[in-house]
């Protein structure tokens, strides 16, 4: 799993509360990805960041939210606003600029379960 | 709009047999592709990828992809299963080089019988 830790590897909420999941990267990346996977769906994308403090949402954007305040950290918040949060959720960074290394770096991932 | 299609949810193979996992994409410009692999409850792990060049390309453990412009497919391949090869696989493209957006395929999970 790379120079990537998400943490906790587990995380249970109650219905309307938020919740946020940590991802630090040390392999001084500057692209960071949150992913949410679900079964029979594939990854989905819920946010990228290409440079400290910008973001863009990705496919599933609504209700969740991000921040890049440092190179390493992009945190997930999972709002009381997403209907159905129970996910698997992956964050991932990769390199930039124009070399071919482009291949993304995956954490070991979040099981969120809200009920 | 990018796209990436895995039309095979699962494929099962005999140990000592060659694999075929297999992957098509629609990008408006030169793709770059991916292939990763995910273990039960884990992170993707990348195997390998085509940015420019030769059409087959190496990978982790044993495994090789090979690009097809004309067919717009980029296969995964290996010689001969192992049952530890037996995990859920990803196929990916990104667009060109002035995005940091990827877009993966909904997985197919390859199953290695003894």
């Known amino acids: 799993d790379g120079g990537i830790t998400q943490s906790p590897k587990y995380l249970f909420r109650k219905e309307g509360q938020n919740v946020t999941l940590s991802c630090e990267q040390n392999l001084n990346h500057d692209a960071m990805y949150w992913y949410r996977q679900d079964p029979g769906q594939g990854l989905r994308l819920i946010y990228y960041s290409q440079i400290v403090n910008d973001f863009q949402k990705g496919d599933i954007a609504e209700g969740y939210s991000v921040s890049r305040e440092k190179k390493e950290s992009f945190p997930l918040t999972v709002t009381s606003a997403q209907k159905n949060p129970t996910a698997f959720y992956l964050c991932?960074?990769?390199?930039?600029?124009?070399?071919?290394?482009?291949?993304?770096?995956f954490g070991p991932g979040t099981r969120l379960t809200v009920t | 709009a990018q796209s990436v299609a895995q039309p095979e949810d699962q494929v099962n193979v005999a140990e000592g047999n060659p694999l075929t996992v297999k992957c098509t994409y629609s990008v408006s410009g030169n793709p770059y592709l991916f292939w990763y692999v995910q273990y039960p409850n884990r992170g993707l792990q990348f195997l390998l990828k085509?940015?420019?060049?030769?059409?087959l390309v190496k990978g982790s453990y044993g495994f090789e992809a090979e690009f097809n412009k004309s067919q717009t497919s980029f296969h995964l391949k290996k010689p001969s299963a192992l049952v530890s090869d037996s995990a859920l696989y990803f196929c990916a493209v990104r667009e060109g080089s002035g995005t940091y957006k990827y877009i993966f395929g909904t997985g197919t999970r390859l199953k290695v019988l003894a």
């Open positions: 085509y940015i420019t060049g030769d059409n």
């Open positions: 991932a960074s990769s390199m930039r600029g124009s070399g071919a290394n482009y291949e993304q770096y």
